[in-house]
């Protein structure tokens, strides 16, 4: 599948290599909202989710983040029905480690052995003979984490995941299991309206780990009639969301937002904020509305 040169392209988004191996576009796309309500069943459109994510590879988009739970079992067979062969760029990143009783409902599990099953079904269900980026859901606090992530670099060294990746994790847990595997990313919730994760974002930085922000369009009152985002999107002649990415793309260059959705013309008007070129004070001022 080739690139639309006569659209926005993810590549002004700029490059990130994960690992020190993996090269992605910056701008990604997260597939949880392919899903039914809830993160729960078969989209709504089915023809049109597969639209969406072979419209975000023709708009220059290398890097899809997936996970086994989401829906569950839902978002990684339509990843693979519609890019099924993959492009050479093409990077996939899944999760495991949390379980789905029903509509919302999210249980972590990691224990080794069932880490390992559901790491053997992605490669299944998706079609591969190694999973690029493999990401802990989240830590299972009944198990030891050494033995969660352990079990991923034994994975590893069997050639069936290529990087290792956590989820909403600390700075401190990033360290502890920093102990057992190398780890090349780093998913959390993180926004221009909720910024928690600023200390992982930095720690990130410094060691050059991929920061993965989930629920990045999260604006909040900030996109108020006449509030900053609101005032500064008119200037640009842009929506307060394309302003929200573009400044997750300036604040650092580890970042690498994916969001989501399942309309063609709301993935178009994503990936057209990577043209976007905030200045150093609107950077700023971005920055400030939110602390």
């Not at 780990?209 to 005032?231: E, K, M, N």
């Amino acid at each position: 599948m080739t690139t639309d040169t006569t659209s926005p392209s993810a590549a002004a988004s700029g490059q990130f290599t994960i690992g020190g191996d993996l090269p992605v576009t910056r701008l990604g796309y997260g597939t949880m909202q392919l899903t039914g309500e809830g993160v729960w069943g078969q989209p709504r459109d089915h023809d049109e989710a597969v639209r969406v994510i072979r419209r975000a590879v023709e708009l220059g988009v290398t890097f899809f983040d997936t996970a086994d739970s989401y829906g569950p079992d839902v978002a990684e067979p339509l990843l693979r029905e519609a890019l099924h062969p993959y492009g050479d760029d093409v990077v996939i990143a899944t999760k495991a480690g949390l379980t789905r009783p029903g509509p919302g409902d999210w249980r972590p599990v990691g224990r080794p052995e069932y880490l390992r099953q559901q790491v053997e079904m992605s490669l299944r269900i998706l079609g591969l003979d190694r999973i690029d980026l493999f990401q802990l859901h989240r830590i299972d606090p009944a198990v030891p984490l050494a033995d969660q992530v352990g079990e991923l670099a034994a994975l590893q060294q069997e050639g069936k995941i290529r990087h290792i990746g956590l989820s909403e994790v600390s700075v401190d847990e990033i360290k502890e299991a920093q102990q057992t595997a190398t780890i090349a990313s780093v998913q959390n919730l993180y926004n221009l309206a909720s910024r928690d994760a600023e200390a992982l974002l930095d720690h990130s930085e410094a060691e050059g780990i991929a920061f993965i922000p989930w629920f990045p369009l999260a604006t909040g009152a900030l996109a108020a009639p006449g509030g900053p985002l609101d005032a500064l999107a008119t200037e640009h002649d842009a929506t307060p969301s394309q302003l929200a990415l573009a400044w997750l793309l300036r604040r650092s260059p580890v970042m690498l937002p994916i969001p989501g959705t399942s309309s063609v013309s709301h993935l178009e008007d994503n990936v057209a904020a990577a043209q976007i070129d905030l200045s150093d004070d609107e950077f700023a001022a971005l920055t400030k509305a939110a602390q």
